[in-house]
């Protein structure tokens, strides 16, 4: 792979996403103009609750030990997907028909004969251009080919490779539109599709198309170096501060604030890198002016603060009567949920 | 029915040499360590190349030939260029392993390789057990040249070529040097494979052949302007002495003393205890030999060589030519002079002349009825004696006298 390729392209890597954003069907058009820096990261514990949506795989990023994952960036399939199946689900594979068929992706990248990269007729499905690519010469030559190199066939590896690694990439640079002229997208296809054909009894014929299971694994590996990629340029940036203010050491108590304790007023400073490096809390900070706001949502949905007490002190609100304390704490926590769900910082299912 | 742009498969193939289990790691393999060019060695253009790189490389097993000829069939190359690229690389990787154990424990690595060689003018004496021949095959000669034929299909059409059958069914490789010579061999295998022959000081001299094994794979040396008559030979006789002096012997070790494998591949010294116990279990743990004494006119050294040197003429020629078809098709036609079985031997089953006239002596004497032994001779006398004692033939109570009946049935018999 390509690293100055792939750092380049990082360089603005919300844009990879923007296709799978609007293809969620959760962002409207507003949304869609504006860069978003934020996939689904591997945070901490602390910060699992800014639970990231963009991720149209989530049985498969919620894989335990993706933490570790994230530093690889491509994975082997091969160990990846040992006790673990990709998604292919209905659910897991609705979006990317959404964005097929109403991104409007596929007119803008049509050839002059209206199909797309990948041969899939204008205004068509993938699903339809799978049906083709099945259909050429007999009912199903990819399904036989994977049954013949299961058996042991040598050569069916290299038929499998000349059917589906075009197909593959076509899938994946619709996906990933930053790094279509990058290797990234070929050095993901060509490992998936060997990783595959070197043990391809791991792919279970019930599940679905092998096409859109190499998709799924191809997807995850680009996932996993996107995020790598993110993350080492996150650590060559300066952090702008624990809980958004510039001119505040990310240690340091921030104004207003009373004392609760080291570990809410200096949290780790790698925690707040990874959020400024991903642009979560540049986007909070202009949703949310007021200070102790951001400090509310710092202390409820990224170290999961959940007292009252605390969460008033922090708004200021520690002197009011209980009930009053509560019913001001309640609902600064309700206004700051609705702009963090409108920002798709966090699920409905979630908080 | 291809999709996939030549660029992105090059990509594959790319990644695919490095990657074991792949087409494309051999290739890359025997690149490295052979220095050619492996489109230029199966003769096709670099896309082909790529789309060979992609495919499952062939299984080292029983079905190595079967998978070669697959492969061979779909991308459209010559199976024997192929298999022999495969094993040359597989060759060069063990040797290499193997002579990097060598450095490591044991001085002289001559002492761990079996080398034996196909003289010039050595095309001679090959039956010498006329009367076991003639009732069936000795049971070393039936094994070994099972084992030969037990992972390819026996070819039914003569001259034999064992080009492909050498390679994919025995761990062979074939190496073609031009005026092969001790010296020659020599000094490839200690420029390229850093592999002492152990020839020094002895007379160099012209070779047909020579055999190297070691690390339980071969490699076959072959005078490259030898013409096909010569190779065809010196091929089955190389493959002879793998398996009857390197192969049986190393199967026999296996069955008996598996852990003793490592010390006859050359991987590590045996200690003092398994020298002791290999010597009173009677386990051939010296396997390794030098089969290149010859003395100044050309003769075996010891009867050692000589003894080896026999056994692979014999197996060479039942591969090429197998006795019992011959003597089967000699009684058929009514071959009765030498020059008609001579002829046969070398225009149907492609046998050098000199090794036709040797063969054809014998398989003359084989198909020829056996002399008549005492027993036989005892025989006809009594049977000459019923007869003057038995009434007047046309009785009823004659029968056929039993020397009679044993004299014309034993011989259809041992044919």
């Known amino acids: 792979m390509s690293v100055n390729a792939l750092q380049r392209s990082t360089l603005d890597p919300l844009g990879a996403h923007r296709d799978l954003e609007s293809e969620s069907g959760q962002f409207g058009a507003e949304d869609n103009q504006q860069p978003h820096s934020l996939d689904r990261v ?7 609750p800014l639970r990231l949506v963009l991720n149209p795989w989530p049985s498969i990023s919620r894989a335990p030990g993706g933490g570790e994952r994230a530093n690889e960036p491509f994975r082997n399939p091969t160990s990846r997907c040992s006790g673990e199946r990709p998604d292919t689900s209905p659910r897991a594979t609705t979006p990317f028909r959404y964005g097929a068929q109403h991104c409007g992706y596929a007119s803008a990248h049509n050839d002059e004969a209206g199909r797309t990269p990948d041969g899939i007729p204008e205004g068509g499905s993938v699903d339809d251009a799978e049906q083709d690519l099945m259909g050429i010469d007999c009912p199903d030559p990819i399904r036989a080919a994977h049954d013949r190199l299961v058996a042991g066939d040598r050569v069916a590896s290299e038929e499998l490779a000349s059917l589906l690694l075009d197909p593959l990439l076509a899938r994946l640079r619709r996906r990933w539109p930053r790094w279509k002229h990058t290797d ?17 009894e791991r792919y279970d014929p019930g599940s679905g198309p092998l096409l859109r299971w190499l998709e799924v694994a191809a997807h995850r590996d680009l996932t996993n170096t996107y995020r ?18 510039p001119k505040r050491a990310p240690h340091e108590i921030p104004n207003g604030a009373a004392p609760m304790g080291q570990a809410r007023l200096a949290p780790d400073p790698a925690n707040a890198e990874r959020l400024d490096g991903l642009g979560a809390w540049r986007r909070v900070r202009q949703a949310c002016p007021d200070k102790s706001e951001r400090e509310l949502i710092w202390a409820c949905w990224v170290e999961g603060e959940r007292s009252t007490e605390v969460l008033a002190n922090i708004l200021g609100v520690d002197h009011l009567p209980v009930e009053q304390r509560r019913r001001r704490v309640k609902d600064a926590r309700d206004v700051a949920r609705r702009k963090l769900l409108r920002m798709g910082l966090i699920d409905n299912d979630l908080d | 029915m291809t999709w996939t742009d030549t660029a992105l498969l090059e990509v594959a193939a790319n990644r695919a040499r490095s990657r074991a289990g792949f087409l494309g790691y051999d290739l890359a393999t025997f690149q490295e360590l052979t ?49 022999g690229l495969l094993r040359l690389a597989d060759a060069f990787a063990e040797i290499q392993d193997v002579g990097r154990s060598i450095e490591e424990h044991i001085d002289h690595s001559s002492t761990q390789v079996l080398a034996a060689a196909r003289d010039e003018g050595e095309d001679h004496t090959v039956v010498a057990d006329v009367v076991g021949a003639a009732v069936g095959l000795p049971g070393w000669l039936h094994e070994a040249v099972e084992l030969f034929w037990a992972q390819v299909p026996t070819s039914g059409r003569f001259p034999r070529d064992l080009d492909f059958a050498v390679l994919a069914g025995l761990p062979l490789a074939v190496v073609e040097l031009p005026r092969l010579s001790l010296r020659s061999i020599s000094e490839w295998l200690g420029r390229s494979q850093r592999i002492d022959l152990g020839i020094a000081g002895r007379r160099d001299r012209r070779l047909h052949a020579c055999l190297v094994a070691l690390g339980g794979i071969g490699l076959i040396f072959v005078d490259a302007d030898d013409d096909a008559t010569q190779r065809r030979v010196s091929l089955a006789h190389e493959a002879a002495h793998f398996i009857v002096e390197y192969l049986l012997p190393r199967k026999e070790v296996a069955r008996r003393r598996p852990e003793l494998l490592d010390v006859i591949d050359g991987r590590r010294p045996a200690t003092s205890r398994e ?19 010859r003395t100044d006119a050309g003769h075996a050294g010891t009867d050692r060589v000589e003894d080896a040197e026999w056994r692979a003429r014999r197996v ?17 036609s009514k071959l009765r002079d030498r020059a008609s079985v001579r002829m046969l031997l070398v225009h149907e089953f492609g046998l050098p002349a000199s090794l036709a006239d040797d063969y054809a002596d014998q398989l003359l004497r084989l198909a020829s009825p056996p002399q008549p032994g005492l027993l036989d001779l005892l025989d006809r006398h009594h049977a000459a004696e019923g007869r003057e004692d038995r009434p007047s033939p046309g009785s009823a109570d004659e029968e056929p006298s039993e020397p009679d009946r044993s004299s014309t049935s034993e011989p259809e018999e041992d044919q």
């Open chain 1, 42 to 48: 591997d945070l901490p514990a602390s910060l699992l």
């Open chain 1, 184 to 200: 990234v997208l070929h050095d993901a296809a060509v490992d998936v599709m060997l990783d595959y054909l070197q043990a391809p």
């Open chain 1, 228 to 245: 790598s990629a993110r993350q080492r340029q996150a650590v060559e940036l300066v952090p702008l501060s624990a809980v958004g203010d």
């Open chain 2, 35 to 83: 220095g050619n060019d492996p489109a230029q060695w199966l003769e096709i253009d670099q896309t082909r190349l790529d789309r060979l790189a992609l495919c499952r490389t062939p299984r080292r097993d029983a079905r190595f030939g079967q998978d070669v000829l697959a492969i061979s069939a779909h991308m459209e190359v010559a199976p024997v260029s192929l298999a």
């Open chain 2, 275 to 293: 020298r002791l116990s290999a010597v009173l279990g009677d386990v051939p743990i010296g396997v390794h030999t030098h089969l290149l004494d």
């Open chain 2, 316 to 332: 060479a020629l039942e591969l090429l030519a197998p006795q019992m078809m011959l003597l089967e098709q000699i009684r058929r």
